[in-house]
């Protein structure tokens, strides 16, 4: 059986990996990728108004 430190230096290696990949999959968005998000974001809520300008009309 392995002893506990080679446990913990497994452990902390592998946390080291994940973020490391962690920090380069958050990098930074361009230009369009935030063009497109701010465009879904507003059809989003375009859509949801909608909806609730439906509900809340009286029979």
Not at 32 to 37: D, L, M, Q, S, V
């Given at each position: 059986m392995p002893s506990p430190e080679w446990i913990w230096a497994i452990g902390i290696i592998a946390l080291?990996?994940?973020?490391?990949y962690g920090v380069m999959r958050?990098?930074?968005r361009t230009a369009?990728?935030?063009?497109?998000?701010e465009h879904v974001t507003r059809e989003g809520y375009r859509a949801e108004d909608l909806q609730e300008k439906k509900r809340s009309l009286p029979d």
């Open positions: 080291a990996i994940a973020m490391g958050a990098r930074r369009a990728e935030r063009a497109t998000t």
